[in-house]
């Protein structure tokens, strides 16, 4: 894990962490270099640069994947109240809505820490992005990731491409182009439309794009292994 001992904290941040943290918890983070190895500093989060906030992601999958969570131990009244009057996510994901996959635990993350949201075959829609948006424009997110899942529902019903009721076949068209490179192979077809969507919010998106030029934001698409619990980055 690279170095981040370059990112600062105030004492409000410490004395948070000594009120949230056992002992062993701020051995373990002293261990890593990386201040937010473990999840908890709210007044600070959004001073991360784009890699630190990637490299947080990653992290803490890691430990979820090793079963090694952290952000359990936190006081949630005390995460509760610092985050009443406003919040201040150090990262944001486009995730699918299925059950499988829930976001703040995949990546040992807890209140206040990231900007989720999710719609079935992690799709961008004029809503996602507007809420994407936002979340770079008044949030300050430092990194955005388009979370694709194996065995993802939405993408296996678009390769079929059946008969469905209601408005279930609406995301067909968003899923589309990913289901032309696949080959009929439904795990292609899922690595394909993260990165596909990921690049719709790089390019079609001018707040987004303004921030990447800037080097205030980062961009990158994934794969979640439901049998695994560990995130590949594509």
């Keep these: 894990m690279p170095n981040h001992s370059a990112v600062r904290t105030d004492f409000p941040r410490r004395e948070f962490f ?6 062993a918890v ?7 270099g990386f201040e937010l190895a473990i999840p908890g500093a709210i007044s600070a989060q959004t001073n991360l640069t784009p ?3 990637l490299q ?9 994947s090793a079963n090694e969570l952290t952000s359990f131990q936190h006081d949630l009244a005390i995460l509760k109240d610092r985050t009443v009057a406003k919040q201040e996510p150090f990262a944001a994901v486009l995730a699918c809505a299925d059950s499988r996959v829930p976001v703040e635990i995949i990546f040992d993350q807890t209140i206040g820490h990231l900007f989720v ?5 992690n799709i961008v829609t004029p809503e996602i992005l507007a809420s994407l948006e936002y979340g770079v424009t008044v949030l300050g997110i430092k990194a955005l990731l388009v979370l694709g899942h194996a065995n993802c529902g939405a993408v296996k019903a678009a390769m079929k491409a059946d008969t469905v009721p209601g408005q279930i076949s609406a995301l067909y068209q968003h899923l589309q ?12 077809a899922i690595a394909a439309n993260a990165k596909y969507q990921a690049n719709l919010l790089r390019t079609s ?22 049998a695994t619990g560990k995130v590949t980055l594509s």
């Design 56 to 64: 947080e992601l990653v992290a803490g999958n890691q430990r979820f």
């Design 26 to 32: 701020v051995g373990a983070v002293a261990q890593t």
């Design 18 to 23: 000594q009120k949230v943290l056992s002992s």
């Design 177 to 188: 182009p990913a289901v032309e490179q696949s080959e009929g192979n439904v795990e292609k």
């Design 117 to 121: 949201t999710r719609v079935a075959g």
């Design 205 to 226: 998106s001018t707040v987004i794009k303004e921030a990447l030029k800037a080097g205030t934001v980062k961009v990158e698409a994934g794969v979640y292994d439901l």
């Design 51 to 53: 890699d630190a906030a």
